[in-house]
């Protein structure tokens, strides 16, 4: 295991040989595929800070000459003078004495100054509600401002996105590689396993499990990984079997090298083809993927905030045009963006002068 | 003692016809061979396309695992080792691969693709004194220590041999298999290669098994040359010998064929008919026979054996020293 | 007068990082019945050159300047897509090294071979061309053709293929084929057959060839003429008895001289240093820093070809 992480971070890293630096070149140089990258990274750095942005409590009170950070830590009601066991709320504690103007005591909200979970009543309106000044996007079914939920339900969808992709691609290289490298019994037995599984229909056998489970953060990661391992693992087992009669692989096996670092160390290397152009779209199949299933309901449970449930609130209240639009547009957006990225990402590892034939 | 012997080497393919039918004809890629090499000399070992010659360079290193068969290495049997024994072996035998292209790993600087087994076998200590003793190999072969850090692609073809070969005096062997090292470089090229190798020999008394098809080339390195057709070897002799007195009907053809660089001489060819085909399961009979200008029923019917004309010369013929030249 | 002529062709490889003068001002000429052997090594220029002749460059990257290209008079560079299409496999056809990768391999050996036939016979009928197909493999050695006619490329060998292709070249009876390096890919025995089959075509047909080849021995049997470049330029021109009898240009020499000779054993010679880089050409003569005779005037200009006497022409200031 040592071997592993040692190997990967020292073969990986910093020894950009010039191939992969040309290929950095070229992507920079595609305009439409840099710029979603950056917007795509700047927009998930930003919903790492969500509870800074969008919070219904305050990121900084003063009170009685001391400074107090709700956002980052708890306080029990007695500090600010409430019963020792009440929460304090402190929007309505914003209203209240102590805090009016000029009193020295003063509390700093985050600039959109809901919560996720927070329900927000209007008077003479029943939620949902459409945009308005306050509300950017609107208001959810159950009042919730829609803005706030769709920063978080970002984060969300996003990182769990990105760990889904990272350890299906982690363990379908590895599985890939063995098949690959070894060929033989190894890799005809895993051939027949990963057609039964990939036999099994994704989402019914989800919607089973959730149902007999129960629906939790980490028996969806698990599911998911099951099945999304598969996909590169046909490519990397590829491109090992071609990678293995190389000269240059017989030559390391002449000089003594054992198995797992020619398979690390020689092969890899030159087979990250597949997985950097796979990456992208692997990324937009667990995000639609997870989209979905929250859709149907059978995704995170609640009050998680996500980007699947608030379109079928949407498809559920057909007339609140926001709760459709906006949702499914951002939605949109971000896939659209990651495509971009991948096909920038392709066309850079793979260039071709397409010229005239006469 | 020689440094190398090998005694019946054996390396058959089977030929599927199906995924659970049991194999009923096989490619006989090495069949039967046997020779030996002395320390600090090279053995050429020639023929075209499909005799065998590569399958049975890797054998000797069991790249690819033989049949049957006995390598004796320094007086050892290396099919019986087991992998802890065959680790240590390799620091004896090296190969210098065709294709400079391909031999080397176009994602490593040459530091690594020559230090890699100094640091495995760990003949140094650290990366300082690797770089050092990488250093000191690629003077050896002719090129600047400066060029540690630079990717095979921005050298030339001659230059990335050059550094295979660095790679392959890396673990300091006795024994290098070179698997046609000059086929694919140009012909001033092919000059300087050849000649680095013999200066290496000379001083490292390393002993060569040269794999090639072009005689020409052989001759100059080789003191003894075993000429393979269809996995055999159909004639063996000292390399002064083989030319001045070939025998075998398929050297004599080889020899030849040669294009000669000169206009004047219309060399007598001995003609070859057809192409050169896999036959299985061949069991009696002389290989070449099918294409052989002089073969007749006897040659298709009899066990062809070994035919010593001198204590070092051999021949796989039974008509051998009666041909029509053309 | 010369069936091809090529006057002061240049072709320029330009990209991102460079420009390239793969080839450099360079002209010859092909007779009639004439063979004529490009001898180089990797990168002097001789694929580009036979591949300019039929503008089979991709054009960009590639860029063809020259005085022109004649055939039989009329400048090919001038010349339509269309006149192109109908010289290529028609009255010029090229076969190439890897006859495996120049034969479609999911189509059968004979359909294509067909198809070129058809193409330039518009008229032809299928039984026609056929028959004519099968006379041609067999012309060219293949014992049974009505099986070659029906198989794939990869059911045939090496030597096979390029009879083949020999084949589908000459379908059309063409006077001038050009050869890149047709033998290189093939054992030594097949090869043997291939040049005396060529050979023997050349004869019956008064066929020209343009034999393109690093092999000298290839260019002693076959050629009538040689043309050896170096670095995209010909250094010498020359009839082919003189040529190795006596050859002028160092670089020849050299050439001749690291050919390794069963019959003398010898330390063999090597022209020190190395091939130039394309993109970092020496100046002046460009086999200056290899040449033993290098005087002052080779390192600041190249020497023109300058005829020796009526057989022969060499580009040095030795001469």
């Known amino acids: ?358 | ?326 | 007068m010369n069936l091809l002529n090529i006057e002061n062709l240049t072709v320029t490889f330009s990209s991102v990082e460079a420009s390239i003068k793969a080839v450099d001002d360079v002209s010859f000429g092909i007779g009639n019945s004439e063979v004529v052997g490009l001898v180089g090594e990797s990168g002097c220029g001789k694929t580009v050159t036979a591949l300019s002749i039929l503008r089979l460059l991709p054009c960009p990257p590639a860029e063809i300047k020259a005085k022109g290209i004649f055939w039989k008079g009329r400048n090919l560079l001038k010349a339509s897509i269309e006149e192109m299409h109908s010289i290529r496999g028609n009255e010029i056809s090229i076969i190439f090294q890897e006859p495996l990768s120049s034969f479609n391999p999911v189509q059968k050996v004979g359909k294509q071979i067909q198809e070129i036939l058809e193409v330039h016979n518009k008229k032809i009928e299928n039984g026609e061309a056929y028959e004519k197909v099968i006379q041609m493999l067999s012309h060219v050695g293949i014992q049974n053709p009505e099986w070659a006619f029906e198989s794939y490329p990869h059911e045939l060998s090496g030597g096979m293929r390029q009879r083949a292709m020999i084949a589908m070249a000459l379908m059309n009876g063409p006077e001038l084929l050009i050869a890149d390096e047709p033998t290189t890919a093939l054992d030594v025995t097949i090869q043997a057959q291939i040049l005396d089959l060529l050979e023997k075509l050349q004869k019956e047909r008064h066929l020209s060839i343009l034999m393109i080849t690093h092999n000298l021995g290839i260019v002693a049997r076959i050629a009538n003429r040689v043309v050896v470049m170096y670095a995209g330029k010909v250094v010498e021109d020359s009839q082919v008895k003189p040529l190795f009898k006596e050859p002028l240009h160092p670089y020849t020499q050299g050439l001749l001289k690291s050919i390794p000779n069963p019959e003398k054993k010898q330390r063999l010679y090597a022209i020190p240093g190395m091939i130039p880089d394309p993109a970092n050409l020496p100046s002046g003569c460009t086999f200056h820093p290899r040449c033993p005779y290098v005087m002052d005037i080779c390192k600041r200009e190249f020497p023109p070809l300058n005829k020796v006497d009526d057989s022969r022409a060499v580009a040095c200031w030795l001469y």
């Open chain 2, 1 to 326: 003692m020689p440094l190398l012997e090998v005694k019946n080497l054996k390396k058959y393919f089977p030929v599927r016809k199906g995924f659970f039918s049991k194999s009923h004809q096989w490619i006989k890629a090495v069949d039967d061979i046997s020779f030996s090499v002395e320390e600090g000399e090279t053995l050429g070992l020639v023929g075209e396309s499909g005799c065998g010659k590569t399958t049975a360079g890797r054998c000797i290193l069991r790249l690819i695992e033989p049949t049957a068969g006995k390598i004796f290495f320094e007086g050892k049997n290396i099919l019986d080792f087991k992998s802890k024994e065959m680790r240590a072996l390799r620091t004896k035998m090296q190969i210098v691969f065709q294709d400079p292209f391909a031999s080397l790993n176009p994602r490593r600087v040459v530091l690594d693709l020559v230090g890699e087994g100094l640091l495995e076998h760990k003949l140094v200590k650290n990366t300082l004194e690797q770089k050092e003793k990488v250093a000191e190999l690629l003077k050896r072969v002719g090129l600047s220590p400066d060029i540690l850090y630079k990717y095979p692609h921005e050298f030339s073809g001659g230059q990335r041999q050059r550094i295979a070969i660095a790679r392959a005096l890396s673990l300091g062997p006795s024994l290098i298999v070179c698997d046609e090292p000059v086929s694919a470089l140009d012909v001033s090229i092919q000059a300087q290669i050849i000649n680095l190798l013999t200066d290496l020999q000379e001083e490292m008394k390393l002993a060569y098994i040269f794999i090639a098809h072009d005689l020409s080339v052989v001759k100059h390195i080789s003191k003894r040359i075993a000429v393979m057709y269809l996995g055999q070897i159909v004639e063996s002799a000292p390399s002064d010998e083989l030319f001045e007195f070939p025998l075998h009907p398929y050297t004599k053809a080889l020899l030849s064929s040669i294009p000669v660089p000169d206009p004047e001489i219309k060399k007598q060819r001995v003609i070859v008919k057809g192409e050169l085909t896999q036959v299985m399961d061949r069991e009696k009979g002389c290989v070449f026979a099918p294409r052989c200008p002089i073969s007749d029923k006897e040659c298709f019917e009899r066990k062809i054996e070994e035919l010593y004309v001198n204590s070092r010369h051999y021949v796989k013929c039974i008509k051998e020293g009666g041909i029509d030249y053309e």
């Open chain 1, 1 to 358: 295991m040592l071997y592993f992480l040692k190997y990967v971070i020292k073969e990986l890293e910093l020894k950009l040989s010039p191939i992969t630096l040309k290929r950095l070149e070229r992507f920079r140089k595609n305009s439409l595929s840099y710029a979603s990258f950056l917007i795509l990274i700047v927009l998930y750095v930003v919903s790492l800070f969500a509870d800074f942005i969008a919070n219904d409590k305050p990121l900084v009170v003063f009170y009685k000459n001391k400074i107090y950070f709700p956002v980052l830590f708890f306080y029990p009601g007695d500090t600010f003078g409430l019963g020792k066991s009440d929460i304090p709320n402190y929007k309505e504690l914003q209203k209240r004495e102590p805090f009016r103007e000029g009193s020295g005591n003063f509390m700093i909200f985050p600039p959109i100054p809901y919560g996720y979970n927070e329900s927000l009543f209007f008077e003479g309106e029943n939620p949902p509600t459409p945009p308005t000044l306050k509300n950017l996007l609107g208001t959810d079914d159950r009042g919730r401002d829609i803005l706030t939920r769709l920063i978080y339900g970002y984060r969300i969808s996003f990182s769990f996105a990105l760990l889904i992709t990272a350890a299906g691609m982690i363990i379908g290289v590895m599985i890939g590689a063995l098949q690959g490298y070894y060929g033989g019994v190894l890799d005809i037995s895993m051939q027949r396993f990963i057609e039964i599984i990939s036999a099994l229909p994704f989402l019914y056998i989800i919607i089973i499990i959730s149902s007999s489970l129960g629906r939790s953060f980490w028996v969806l990661f698990l599911l998911f990984i099951m099945f999304d391992w598969i996909g590169i693992s046909y490519f990397i087992r590829s491109e090992f079997y071609k990678l293995r009669e190389m000269p240059f692989v017989e030559a390391s096996r002449a000089l003594g090298i054992g198995d797992g670092k020619i398979m690390f160390r020689h092969i890899l290397p030159n087979a990250l083809t597949p997985i950097i152009t796979f990456l992208p779209f692997d990324l937009i199949g667990a995000i639609f993927s997870l989209s979905a299933l929250d859709f149907l309901g059978f995704g995170l449970p609640p009050p998680a905030p996500s980007i699947g449930e608030l379109i079928r609130q949407g498809m559920n209240n057909i007339s609140s045009y926001w709760l459709s639009l906006f949702p499914a547009g951002f939605l949109f957006f971000i896939l659209l963006l990651i495509a971009f990225v991948g096909e920038g990402v392709r066309s850079a590892f793979d260039p071709r002068d397409y010229h005239k034939m006469e």
